[in-house]
């Protein structure tokens, strides 16, 4: 970076936007403002992890039926805390907590917007200190404003998401979000502790090299997914196959890979869980906001993601995320094997 090139904060950067947004009186704005304080402070228990004795089970177990990581629990407190002293959140649903957290101060009742998170996304890989992620959605309630929210508030279609974004505590901790105007990134500037602009308008390529799936699994796939894989493996020069296969276990991390180098990222179903592992509210919806608005696409291997109408808080489905014709091609081995079967 040359030294008189200035440097925009995400601060600056949600303002500036906020501007543009005729009648917009920055709710949204102050809201993503407090997120970014959260992963702040995330950030710094994760960088600390194994010095700070937050490592390891936490002893008690989510409503997943997983073992709660410490930083699971952490990250839960302090982006619920950061959103409460927002005032600009009426309600949230973290994959921590079963039942939604409802705010019951004056402020956050008359609140506009609901929160969907996984907190820590990835927290398998905590304690050998592989990236993981915080993954965020937020919707306009559709309950009163001034009443307690309620979870029809949260069971909206993700075509009604007003912002989606997602946190990455790698080898830097990088913040990328979009509102529905393109997906920019911002990486922590650890010596100033702000997010500055450094990807601006991420745009995903059309086609990639990288299938990422866990293909530990494979026996338990269904036939034209395993198919695809094959295809992945092929020698074809047109095509630039065999593909390279990278997967990391945190969603966050295979996706954001993707997402700047292209690519398809995929968690099907199984004959052991036919509706795939993947969230749909907290984990699919917004990493599938994000997608679209690079350019890629998100399906549950036959129906865009953000159409499908929730039913649960928690509930499951299978997830197919990358370029368009990684996505597509993958999509006709899908069809072409269940029409056979
Ligand atoms: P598997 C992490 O636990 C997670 O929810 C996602 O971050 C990740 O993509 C997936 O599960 C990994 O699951 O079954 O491959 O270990």
Redo the contacts with the bound molecule.
């Keep these: 970076m040359t030294e008189h090139q200035t440097v925009q904060t995400l601060n600056q950067f949600i303002i500036h936007r906020q501007t543009q947004h005729e009648g917009a009186r920055g709710e949204l704005s102050r809201l993503l403002h407090h997120v970014g304080i959260a992963a702040k402070i995330v950030n710094r228990a994760v960088n600390k992890a194994g010095l700070m004795d937050i490592l390891g089970n936490y002893g008690d177990k989510n409503v997943q039926g997983e073992d709660q990581q410490k930083l699971d629990v952490f990250a839960d407190i302090h982006f619920i805390d950061a959103l409460k002293a927002s005032g600009e959140c009426a309600a949230i649903a973290s994959e921590e907590n079963e039942n939604i957290i409802t705010f019951d101060d004056e402020m956050s009742k008359n609140a506009k917007y609901v929160f969907c998170m996984d907190p820590l996304?990835?927290?398998?890989n905590i304690d050998v200190n592989v990236s993981i992620g915080t993954i965020f959605s937020i919707y306009k309630r559709i309950s009163p404003r001034g009443e307690e929210a309620t979870i029809e508030d949260f069971l909206q279609e993700g075509t009604k998401q007003v912002a989606a974004g997602y946190i990455i505590y790698g080898s830097s901790t990088m913040l990328v979000y979009t509102t529905g105007n393109g997906v920019n990134g911002f990486t922590l500037d650890p010596s100033i502790g702000e997010f500055c602009l450094s990807h601006p308008n991420i745009k995903t390529p059309e086609k990639g090299k990288i299938y990422s799936i866990?293909e530990g699994?494979y026996i338990n796939f269904p036939t034209g997914v395993k198919k695809y894989i094959k295809y992945c493996q092929e020698k074809d020069v047109d095509t630039g196959r065999p593909y390279t296969s990278r997967y990391i276990?945190?969603?966050?991390a295979?996706f954001h890979r993707n997402l700047l180098k292209g690519g398809i990222f995929i968690?099907p179903e199984t004959n052991k869980n036919p509706t795939g592992?993947?969230r749909l509210l907290y984990?699919c919806n917004p990493i599938a906001f994000i997608a679209e608005q690079a350019g890629a696409q998100a399906t549950d291997g036959h129906n865009r993601i953000l159409e499908i109408k929730p039913t649960e808080l928690h509930q499951r489905v299978p997830f197919y995320t990358g370029s368009n014709k990684m996505i597509k091609r993958a999509e006709e081995f899908l069809d072409f094997f269940e029409s056979e079967e």
């Excluded at 996304?121 to 398998?124: E, K, L, M, R, Y």
């Excluded at 276990?249 to 966050?252: A, K, R």
């Design positions: 996304d990835g927290s398998s866990n699994n276990g945190s969603l966050v295979d968690y592992k993947l984990e």
